[in-house]
């Protein structure tokens, strides 16, 4: 096991930096760079991100008055002294060649420093810190409440398989899927956020204005007060995905010669199902667990968050890619890239502590 992880760990090398250089070939050459939106929102011709993201876009360097038309590979820079315009690639690293941008980068997040934003007064650590808590509180209750829910609930239907309750089930279970969770959000606020029935539940933040003043159980009500609606809306889907992909699973299992062979024995059903079937059938469940904490985790969800009012990592990421800002694109696909390479290896021991049949290193990385 000891070879299988120092495999794992050094192919995560070429993989993140394949990600890297990738995702920079794309993003660093598309058009409408930070030095095109700076340019953009100064002569009035942008759309106002860089503005929504820094909370102002000052700059310090403004240009000269009285500049001459000037040819130049910036849009929109005509009549803008070029030395403003050289000021303002050096200020955000475009005086250097591209292989050197991206090595030195590299270098830079090897060591974990990822820089400062752009637009923003405040290092790309500081910024995704300050975005975590609404990620952590919908990804974080959002897995548990789909795994809680949703594995029991899925062992239920395959014991009970073809039964009027496995019947309306799956049909309550499909409709949840085929509903997006921002249309069906924008339907909690209007029943139960102030829309056009009950003004039940708050609809901007995670926590009220007065929550440092609040006793610590009414810190907790107030907390998941402010969750309730985001998280109803966020776990349909995940709660539809993980019942069908348990039943299923449990399905196959118990359709095997082990479990006839149990039951031969004389063995109990609870005894057949818990102490047989469960381990084996938990093994898919097991392996997309990555994914799913990644996904809940990790991304958000930007309606989520732009309907509910909530500031989180979903958000922070769109707007950086609107606004390009460079170093929080790339300083969060760094870190959530590793991490997902690290939780898919962490997946892998999972799955040898729960059948110690498997054996990873008898098998090619």
């Known amino acids: ?127 995704i810190i300050e975005k975590m808590p609404v990620s952590i509180s919908l ?16 062992i239920k239907k395959a014991v009970s398989d073809g039964s009027r309750f496995d019947i309306w089930t799956s049909g309550a279970i499909i409709i949840a899927y085929a509903v997006p969770g921002f249309l069906f959000g924008i339907l909690l606020i209007i029943v139960f956020a102030g829309g056009s029935f009950f003004d039940w539940f708050p609809l901007r933040g995670l926590t009220s204005d007065n929550f440092s003043q609040l006793s610590w159980w009414e810190k907790i009500i107030d907390y998941f007060w402010h969750l309730t609606l985001p998280l109803i809306a966020l776990s349909l889907a995940a709660f539809a995905t993980t ?36 381990r084996n059938a938990m093994l898919i469940i097991i392996a997309g667990f990555p994914g799913a904490f990644i996904t809940a985790f990790f991304t958000g969800s930007l309606l989520i968050e732009t309907i509910f009012s909530l500031d989180g990592l979903g958000r922070l990421g769109f707007l950086s890619v609107l606004g390009r800002d460079y170093p929080v694109v790339f300083g ?34």
């Open 243 to 278: 019942t069908l992909l348990t039943k299923n699973s449990f399905i196959d299992e118990i359709r095997k010669q082990y479990v006839t062979t149990a039951r031969a024995k004389g063995l109990t059903e609870r005894q057949v199902l818990y102490g047989h079937v469960f």
């Open 332 to 365: 969060t696909l760094f870190i959530f890239s590793l991490m997902g390479l690290v939780i898919s290896l962490v997946s892998d021991l999972i799955y040898t502590w729960v059948d110690p049949r498997i054996d990873f290193e008898r098998r090619d990385v």
């Open 139 to 154: 990804g974080v209750w959002i897995l548990l409440i789909s795994y809680i829910i949703s594995i029991p609930l899925g």
């Open 1 to 127: 096991m000891g070879a299988y992880i120092i495999r794992r760990l050094l192919l995560m090398i070429p993989t993140i930096v394949g990600i890297m250089g990738f995702t920079f070939l794309i993003i660093q050459f598309a058009p409408g760079g930070p030095v095109e939106q700076v340019i953009a929102d100064l002569t009035g011709q942008g759309n106002g991100i860089t503005d929504r993201i820094s909370g102002g876009g000052d700059f310090q360097n403004e240009p000269a008055a009285g500049g001459t038309d000037i040819s130049s590979k910036y849009r929109g820079s005509q009549g803008l002294d070029p030395e403003f315009i050289a000021k303002l690639e050096k200020q955000f690293g475009f005086d250097k060649p591209p292989l050197e941008r991206f090595l030195l980068m590299m270098w830079n997040y090897i060591r974990f420093d990822f820089g400062d934003s752009y637009f923003r007064d405040i290092s790309v650590i500081d910024l």
